[in-house]
């Protein structure tokens, strides 16, 4: 299996929620910062929010801060991204990953080393 793999992507509605995960297997995922990315095609990936390890220290970009929540579920080595207020604009590919720093904004995609494959979110208009 690989070592993080998102999943929860599926059509959201305007206003409407969708809750992903990233879940870790092989190790633990509470040593690490864990970051949740957005790719939509032809835009520069966008770090979203991340969670520092063994804390509960989190940064939201302005595009999500008040209606995304990220959090860590430790019994089920997974973090998940709570999306409430879906927008159009939410709509992309999904990333979650880790081997990067989690101590402020911007939440760059360059400092993290090891990604999940995404899953998809798409919001109708």
């Known amino acids: 299996q690989p070592p993080l793999v998102e999943s929860g992507g599926d059509l959201g509605q305007p206003g409407g929620s969708l809750r992903l995960s990233c879940a870790a297997s092989?190790?633990?995922?509470?040593?690490?910062?864990v970051a949740w990315f957005r790719q939509t095609p032809g835009k520069e990936r966008e770090g979203l929010s991340c969670?520092?390890?063994?804390?509960?220290?989190?940064y939201y970009a302005d595009s999500v801060k008040g209606r995304f929540t990220l959090f860590r579920d430790v019994a089920k080595n997974t973090v998940f991204l709570e999306m409430k207020n879906l927008k159009p604009e939410d709509a992309g590919e999904y990333f979650c990953?880790?081997?990067?720093?989690?101590?402020?904004?911007?939440?760059?995609?360059?400092?993290?080393?090891?990604w999940g494959r995404g899953t998809q979110v798409t919001v109708s208009s």
């Open positions: 092989g190790f633990t995922l509470e040593l690490n910062n």
């Open positions: 969670i520092a390890a063994h804390i509960k220290n989190t």
């Open positions: 990953a880790i081997g990067g720093s989690c101590n402020g904004l911007p939440i760059r995609p360059g400092n993290y080393r090891y």
